[in-house]
């Protein structure tokens, strides 16, 4: 695949690589460059336990499993995902946080809408959720399968 170059001189300039790269005149004279799209490695959880870091996860026992959130404070920005493995309604809590505090919110308008310290994925494996840290919450982007919101 040819790299294309995109700038203000010459327009569109296709050479040997790949990716594309922008260079623009209002730049600081540093090119953006894009040669592949951001994936994440989808992490196996097996057993509960407390996540330090943003990521995908399938979450996977022959029980329900917990998975304690870290401090959202700690990651803002972070995306997280999940999936279960298997049958069982695993448990995303935010037990690290002041208690009280509810660190999950539901999409507004959608199913949960809710805020609370704890959210419980449906008993059928495949069901998902993905949240976005705000610095202050775990903000729920999409969900795959119905989920409870619950806890202060």
């Known amino acids: 695949m040819p790299k294309v170059t995109i700038n203000n001189s010459q327009g569109l300039v296709q050479s040997s690589g790949s990716g594309v790269e922008f260079n623009s005149s209002v ?3 540093s090119p953006v460059s894009m040669t592949s799209l951001p994936t994440t490695t989808v992490s196996a959880k097996t057993a ?3 996540l330090v870091s943003p990521g995908a996860y399938t979450v996977s026992g ?10 959202a404070s700690s990651v803002p920005g972070g995306t997280f995902v999940f999936r ?7 448990i995303l809590t935010g037990s690290q946080e002041a208690n009280g505090t509810k660190v999950f ?9 809710t805020q609370g310290s704890k959210l419980t ?3 059928v494996q495949g069901s998902s959720v993905a949240f976005i ?3 202050a919450s775990f903000l729920l982007m ?3 399968g119905s989920h409870a919101i619950s806890g202060t």
């Open 27 to 29: 730049s600081i004279n």
């Open 48 to 50: 509960a336990e407390t």
């Open 62 to 71: 022959s029980s329900a499993l917990t998975m304690i959130m870290p401090l």
């Open 84 to 90: 279960t493995a298997s049958a069982h309604a695993h």
């Open 105 to 113: 919110a539901g999409q507004v308008g959608a199913t949960p809408d």
């Open 121 to 123: 994925l449906s008993a």
């Open 133 to 135: 840290s705000d610095g």
């Open 142 to 144: 999409a969900v795959s």
